[in-house]
């Protein structure tokens, strides 16, 4: 799989260890809502990263970060990110995606798992907006959930839609 620049177009605090970054990539990236991309550090350390974005909104990357104090795997991503202004990603991987049909769908996450689940979400209400789907979210404290209240708002307009924080 080839490797695709992408530009480093912000980095934002969701919560005090979690960040969200966009990138653009040169090229779309053709993926699967719920698959990763590898973000390229070197020849032989490529780290996987959820996208969080729907597949078919592909002209960007949309990356949930989890960065703990301490947690270099992470946090030397974002160094490098914050300091060259872009990175090298290979992708889409993994087959835990959005499967097509009408049968109800049940999405459980936890912290920033909720990245890929959230891609799957969002291209499900496009694709099949009457699709049953019922998300569960946990974390240690409410302000852990950092799109607790677009979900409540996701809920208050897609009536297909049930979300359990």
């Not at 699967?32 to 780290?47: C, F, I, N, P, T």
């Not at 991503?77 to 049940?106: C, N, W, Y």
């Not at 049953?132 to 974390?139: A, I, N, P, Q, S």
Request: with cysteine.
């Amino acid at each position: 799989m080839s490797q695709i620049r992408c530009q480093v177009e912000g980095i934002a605090p969701l919560t005090k260890t979690v960040y969200r970054v966009d990138l653009t990539p040169d090229v779309s990236l053709d993926f699967q809502s719920g698959q990763y991309v590898l973000v390229h550090m070197a020849e032989d350390d490529k780290r996987p990263f959820s996208i969080a974005n729907a597949a078919h909104d592909n002209n960007r990357l949309e990356l949930h970060i989890g960065a703990e104090p301490g947690n270099s795997y992470a946090g030397e991503v974002l160094e490098r990110m914050r300091q060259e202004k872009a990175i090298f990603i290979s992708g889409g991987h993994g087959q835990a995606t959005l499967q097509d049909g009408d049968t109800p769908m049940i999405l459980v996450a936890g912290g920033t798992g909720f990245s890929y689940t959230y891609s799957i979400l969002m291209q499900s209400l496009k694709v099949n907006p009457n699709r049953e789907v019922t998300l569960y979210w946990g974390g240690k404290h409410l302000e852990d959930l950092y799109y607790h209240k677009e979900l409540i708002s996701l809920a208050a307009h897609h009536p297909h839609l049930t979300y359990i924080p």
